[in-house]
């Protein structure tokens, strides 16, 4: 009894340490990107904050459809091949994960430049939106490799390596060159670009040193069937991707085309905001998922499910505080911005009630993701991506930033529930 205490003991004490790296990975990004969204918007005005965030969320946007789901599949395949020993299985998924991905973000940005002036012209009705756009297409390829190396890092349990990658360096660097003057849109734009460049380096360097890892054996009880295919992983996942990304997008592109500019950056400013619980959630979820993977492919239901409940308890004691001061103090928030900002304070507080659900019900979409059911996880992004798209073209033309904030909190909550509602029902054990 007292070894396996002991054992539970240092399993939980393993588990909420990386889960502290990884917060702690998180942490520089919330200074960076807050620092860079609230000096950023406050240097730029409402109205070229407003090019820059709907150039943030073109960028994120195309980067995702770069990568295809193949970055998370890769994840998936290794983690799951070197639990059981499998390294050349888990070599072949990286090289091929990145070349597919490397091609992809090329002809992204090839894309970027050819179809910015018809996107402007036609879709946002604004043609200063084509000069923007051009100068985001800088940033496409460095964003989509630098996403794709922070997952192959987790993909060897290297989570908060990975989150700093992704989402912790390129965020300081570049609230860094806004404080050394770059302080206009093109020049925020160009530190925008070096700056993710600078993060995939760093994370190409850090993966290179963990290249032995690739060859390991298998082990002798390695279970005999072999994975499906890299494709065939990714497939599923890049609807996933391309959807939820979608989801995120959708309310600003939409507001851009019915809205001015500065109701775009003051909304843009109160979605990032909000999606500071999506940040505590997806840093847990990631620190987790290539064990959600592992545990799954070794058949250890026992351990998975005290995994998955450890994840649950953990975003809710960090995130529950983060969405009290959004829904009970969003002006104060937004006044920490810039004057004027103050008038998205109740699209903040709508959306932090969406997030209050996705922080009690957190990170089952990793769990389905990793573990095989990444179809099923595509038919409920599908679903979300109709309700948000329908509350969208319903509120937004009348009522503008509080129609988007509305559509936003529904999908997240519908996310969280729908993920949830299908755990409980495809793996029991897991819950």
């Known amino acids: ?225 072999a994975l499906p295919a890299l494709w065939r992983t990714a497939m599923p996942l890049s609807v996933v991707e391309v959807v939820q990304i979608f989801l995120n997008s959708l309310p600003v592109l939409l507001l851009a085309v019915f809205g001015q500019p500065s109701a775009v950056g003051a909304f843009s400013v109160a979605n990032r905001i909000s999606m500071l619980i999506w940040v505590v959630a997806n840093s847990i979820g990631t620190v987790a998922a290539p064990s959600f993977a592992a545990r799954h492919r070794q058949g250890q239901w026992d351990e998975l499910r005290a995994l998955n409940r450890r994840v649950r308890l953990a975003v809710a004691l960090f995130g529950t505080p983060v969405v009290a001061v959004m829904v009970f103090f969003p002006k104060s928030i937004l006044n920490l911005v810039a004057p004027g900002f103050e008038v998205a304070a109740p699209a903040l507080m709508v959306m932090g009630l969406g997030q209050l659900v996705n922080c009690l019900l957190p990170c089952q979409d990793f769990m389905l993701s990793m573990t095989g059911y990444g179809s099923v996880h595509r038919w409920l992004n599908i679903a979300q991506l109709v309700v948000c798209s329908a509350l969208c073209a319903a509120l937004i033309p009348f009522f503008g930033m509080m129609g988007a904030a509305i559509a936003t909190a529904v999908f997240i909550a519908q996310g969280a529930i729908g993920t949830t509602l299908a755990v409980r029902h495809l793996m029991p054990k897991a819950l």
């Open 1 to 225: 009894m007292t070894t396996i205490s002991l054992r539970n003991f240092r399993s939980l004490a393993a588990t909420y340490g990386a889960y502290v790296g990884s917060m702690s990975s998180r942490g520089l990004e919330l200074v960076g990107k807050l620092g860079l969204y609230m000096f950023g918007a406050r240097a730029l005005g409402l109205h070229d904050s407003g090019y820059f965030f709907l150039c943030l969320t073109w960028i994120g946007l195309i980067s995702t459809v770069a990568r295809g789901g193949f970055d998370k599949a890769v994840l998936r395949h290794m983690a799951a091949e070197l639990a059981v020993g499998r390294g050349q299985e888990a070599r072949r998924a990286l090289l091929t994960g990145s070349a597919i991905v490397t091609a992809g973000g090329t002809l992204a940005t090839l894309l970027t430049v050819a179809l910015a002036e018809p996107l402007a012209v036609y879709l946002f009705h604004d043609p200063q939106v084509a000069h923007a756009l051009r100068l985001s297409a800088y940033a496409i390829l460095p964003q989509t490799l630098c996403i794709f190396v922070g997952y192959a890092l987790v993909g060897f349990h290297r989570g908060a390596a990975g989150q700093l990658v992704q989402n912790g360096i390129w965020p300081v660097l570049t609230l860094g060159a806004l404080f050394a003057g770059a302080n206009t849109l093109d020049s925020l734009l160009y530190a925008l670009a070096a700056s993710l460049l600078a993060a995939t380096v760093l994370g190409l360097v850090m993966l290179v040193s963990d290249r032995h890892r690739l060859l390991a054996t298998p082990s002798p009880d390695a279970p005999a069937d």
